[in-house]
Structures are given as C-alpha cells and as structure tokens.
C-alpha cells in the first residue's frame, strides 16, 4: 500500500539512459536527459528533467549522482512536485576494456532520496541494484537495463532486501536504449522501459530522451 501511495505521489523517474559501460580512471561524463511517464490504466502523465555526472575511479569502476526535476502538475491538478536525488556505483565485470563489437556487463547500485516526502525525521528511500548489458559498435551503443528498487524509511548500505523482500513485491524496470556516437564526445540517447509495481502487471511506461557528454 505504501508503494502505491508514494508511486501516485511521486511518479517513477528511474530510467538510467546510459549502458553497462563504465568510464576510464578520472574521465568525466555529464548528462541531461528529459523523461515522460505514462500510465496506461489512467490519464496520469509525469514529465521530468534530469541531469547527472559521473567520473571514473578505477579500472571498471565508476561513480554517479543524479539530480530529477518533475516539471509537471501531479495527476490530481495540483503543483506540489517532488523531486530526486540519485546516487549510485556500476561495476564493470565484462569487456573493462571497452573493445568494440563485444559483450559488456556491469552491475550496479545506488539508492535515492525523494525531496520534500518524509515522516519525522526520517527521509524516504529508494534503495536499487542493476545489471546492464550492451553492444558497441563504431557508431552505436545498443544497451538493455534491468533495475530492482525497494522503498524504504532508511538506507540499506547492503542490499539484503534481495534475500529478505519478496521478488513479486519489489519495483521493477526493464528498458531497452540507444547511445548515437554524434562526435567523439556527444552521445544522444533514447530509452524506453516500463515501471512495474504490481509483479509485471501494473506498472507506467518510461521514454528517456537526451544526450551524453564524455571528456
């Protein structure tokens, strides 16, 4: 019942727009992307901006923040948005070297803080783990996410609701994207994926489009 208060309240807003690849030690990567959410059970629409960085810190380890905006009204008229913060951590176990026309694989995980949605002191979480796979080629990164959430008053540092939750209760986003080498460093994207609440029946469909600065 929480989930489905806070999803009604809040909108889903976790697509990730970017694929298994990880950034080299100390290279930078900036982002911003627009999101449109659509429930197909009901008129509710949710649209979002989102910026992000993130910067390498070893070999087949990187680190991102992410910050969300929703730029629209919620689905009862009303102004009161509630945005995001996004931190997470990939790691990189399949083709660290980033050669073309091979497999990549990363795994990774993050949670968020959901502004202006507390009880007390407390401060609502989302606590996520995912795997992302993809294939590069000279001009196209083809990826695929998959991406677990648990909403929680608290951070789980270590992700043991995995074992603990029941997986039929758990957030669920599958998506499928696009990265387009325009130059050497810009990269559009576009990704699409659905927001499951209910096992993989109900649930919102997600559209990111943006673009992907690399250094």
Same mark, same amino acid.
């Given at each position: 019942?929480?989930?489905?208060?806070?999803?009604?309240?809040?909108?889903? *807003?976790?697509?990730? *727009?970017?694929?298994?690849?990880?950034?080299?030690?100390?290279?930078?990567?900036?982002?911003?992307?627009?999101?449109?959410?659509?429930?197909?059970?009901?008129?509710?629409?949710?649209?979002?901006?989102? &910026?992000?960085?993130?910067?390498?810190?070893?070999?087949?380890?990187?680190?991102?923040?992410?910050?969300?905006?929703?730029?629209?009204?919620?689905?009862?008229?009303?102004?009161?948005?509630?945005?995001? *913060?996004? &931190?997470?951590?990939?790691?990189?176990?399949?083709?660290?070297?980033?050669?073309?026309?091979?497999?990549?694989?990363?795994?990774?995980?993050?949670?968020?803080?959901?502004?202006?949605?507390?009880?007390?002191?407390?401060?609502f979480w989302v606590n996520s783990?995912?795997?992302?796979?993809?294939?590069?080629?000279?001009?196209?990164?083809?990826?695929?996410?998959?991406?677990?959430?648990?909403?929680?008053?608290?951070?789980?540092?270590?992700?043991?609701?995995?074992?603990?939750?029941?997986?039929?209760?758990?957030?669920?986003?599958?998506?499928?994207?696009?990265e387009y080498k325009l130059t050497?460093n810009y990269f559009p994207v576009?990704?699409?994926?659905?927001?499951?609440?209910?096992?993989?029946?109900?649930?919102?469909?997600?559209?990111?489009?943006?673009?992907?600065?690399?250094?």
């Amino acid at each position: 019942m929480l989930v489905y208060i806070c999803l009604v309240q809040i909108g889903c *807003h976790a697509t990730l *727009h970017r694929g298994p690849w990880v950034l080299k030690p100390k290279q930078i990567s900036i982002s911003g992307n627009y999101k449109k959410l659509n429930d197909n059970q009901t008129p509710e629409t949710r649209n979002l901006l989102g &910026f992000d960085s993130r910067i390498g810190l070893v070999k087949g380890l990187d680190i991102g923040y992410m910050r969300t905006y929703q730029i629209s009204s919620n689905a009862d008229g009303s102004d009161d948005k509630i945005d995001t *913060h996004w &931190f997470d951590m990939k790691f990189q176990f399949l083709n660290k070297d980033n050669l073309l026309n091979t497999p990549t694989i990363s795994l990774g995980w993050g949670y968020g803080d959901v502004i202006n949605f507390s009880q007390g002191d407390s401060i609502f979480w989302v606590n996520s783990v995912y795997v992302s796979s993809g294939y590069e080629t000279n001009q196209l990164r083809l990826f695929g996410n998959f991406k677990l959430e648990q909403w929680d008053w608290e951070i789980r540092w270590i992700p043991d609701w995995l074992i603990k939750e029941n997986f039929a209760d758990l957030l669920k986003v599958p998506s499928i994207g696009l990265e387009y080498k325009l130059t050497d460093n810009y990269f559009p994207v576009i990704e699409f994926g659905r927001y499951y609440t209910d096992d993989f029946q109900d649930g919102m469909n997600i559209i990111s489009i943006g673009v992907n600065y690399y250094n």
